[in-house]
């Protein structure tokens, strides 16, 4: 029986979820664990070293104790600064580089594994897969385009594992995703049209949606040798299926009215696989290492579609596919400290500068990682995380001129830091 000190930290763990910014390619979040955060999440399906990993490979509870528990939290500091290179408002007067667009947050998870036999295990692990939140101080010369865009994600991931031998184990699970998203902006107030030219005034578009989907994930789990294990694994796409309203507020009552609405939006949230692998060199040195792949071509534009069946706005992604590349190392500084080293590349679906948007400035990646992890009383381990991530500069010329949204053309720059504490117990 699970007690009720955990199920209150898993509870609150939850309703912390939602607040979170995407620090992998796009809007997704490898923040899952920080027992990786140190080796830049290198080996993230082969390591099986807590219950975490229930959400990178299921099949890696067998490779647990009879029964453990994980708990964690990384605090992400982005930040994404924007320079001006002959942008145009179009209708509007707004003026400005939109400060800091980052922000800090944080992203908790929590996992639970239960061996049924010696073979056979479940579990059931609390993340948040997508985040996303880019803030603009307003109004800035993008306003029209975005003031505030965020993605919040709960996902709930029951799980099985099942040994088939000492050398193979598989295991799979479902996932119950949720999903928040809000978007805001400037809107020009005129005759006709949602965003019509002839501008007499500005208003405030809002727009809330939120959904509830399905999704599946499975993996394996290989022994090469006594020291060399393979981890492979796939988590599905989930399309969520959105539903919420168009808020519209300003000094136009006959615009605001005319404009407000119920609305909805289908998003398919990208597919990715992983294959990993850790080596054992000595008994002081493990390696790591890490090849994933994510789908985020199952988004090539987003529609913003009001219950009349009218299209209010379509965000034109445009994405692609993308790669992602790490590897780390593991030292045993000493019996009862491991210290974690971590190095990644990650590419961004966005594919040029016509389609970069200000809601989301996102471009390739570099992350340096390091962190350690003590060995305490009764098998329970902490693991503390730090990572640096440094952006590729990013041009951007996003002309939505015709859509009285403006231009917006120049560049951004951007970097983050993460942080993170976690702690793992047997029980």
Known sequence: M???KYTKLVAALSLGMLSSYACAAGFQLLEQNVSGLGNGYAGSAAVAENASTIFFNPAGMTQLKEREFSAGVAAIGPSFKFSDNGSSTG?????????DAGSWAAVPNAYLSWALNKDLYVGVGLSAPFGLK???SSPWIGSAQ???FSVETLNLNPSIAYRVND???IGGGVSYQHIDAKYKRLAATGAVGPFPVGVTSTSTVTAKLSGDAWGWNVGALFALSPATKVGVSYRSTVTQDMTGDIAVTGPNATFNGSQSSGAKASLKLPDTAILSATHQLDNKWQLLGDISWTGWSSIPKLDLVRNSGAIAQTLDTDFRDVWRVAVGGNYQYRPDMKLKFGLAFDQTPVKGAATRMVSLPDSDRTQLSAGAQWAL????TLDLGLAYLMFADASIHNDQTLKARGLVSGNYTGNAVLLGVQYSMPF
């Not at 009383?377 to 329970?380: D, E, N």
């Open 134 to 136: 880019t803030e603009y």
């Open 91 to 99: 209708a509007f007067t707004g003026a400005g580089n939109g400060g």
């Open 146 to 148: 975005s003031n505030s």
């Open 377 to 380: 009383a009764g098998g329970s």
């Open 2 to 4: 699970i007690q009720p």
């Open 167 to 169: 050398a193979v184990s």
